[in-house]
Each structure stands twice: as C-alpha cells, then as structure tokens.
C-alpha cells in the first residue's frame, strides 16, 4: 500500500500514536457491488434456510428447553421459569404507594 501513515511518541514517552489517513481511491478503480433480486434470487433466500434448518418432524417432536437448562442459559433462578397462580396475581396490588 502506498498509503502516509506517521507514528509518534507522546511527551510522557508512555503513548504511541499513529496517524493513518485513509487512502483516496478514484472512482474508476472501484466496482459495484452486486445486489440480487430477492424475488427472483435462486440463491439462498431465508425462507429456503429456515426450511433446511427447522424440519416439520423436528419442530413437532420437538420438546423445548427444561427449566434447569433455562436457568442456566439465561443466569436465572428455577423460579423466574414457573408460571405464577391465579390467586398470587389477584392479591398484588396495582397501584403500590410511591415512594417519597
């Protein structure tokens, strides 16, 4: 690359700094990039890679996650996993005092 880049020390002698510029490239050496259809692609569209990934059997036989393998994937208790009752949602109040 011909490019200026200039290196230097700082007065503490503790810190390098470099001064690279970036570099002016004409026009005429540069290309498009090219940017297919995603209609008509015949490539990989993301319907196509879902598909290959996810099998209808997969997904029904499928079982998720246990709650012990939630917990740990997220860094949680047991508890964030469990579904909280009826009767505990009822008692909370939803309009707790604020605070002063």
């Known amino acids: 690359f011909n490019s200026k880049v200039e290196l230097a020390v700082t ?3 503790k ?9 002016e490239i004409p026009y005429e050496h540069t290309k498009p990039i090219p940017r297919p259809d995603p209609v008509n692609n015949k490539e990989e569209n993301l319907d196509q890679v879902l598909k290959s990934r996810l099998n209808e059997k997969e997904l029904k036989n499928s079982r998720g996650p246990t709650i012990e393998e939630l ?21 909370k109040n939803p309009n707790p005092p604020k605070d002063r």
Request: glycine share 4%.
């Open 11 to 13: 007065s503490d002698s």
């Open 15 to 23: 810190t390098i700094v470099c001064y690279h510029p970036s570099l």
């Open 71 to 91: 917990s740990k994937m997220f860094y949680t208790t047991k508890h964030r996993w469990y579904p909280v009752g009826q009767y505990h949602r009822r008692r």
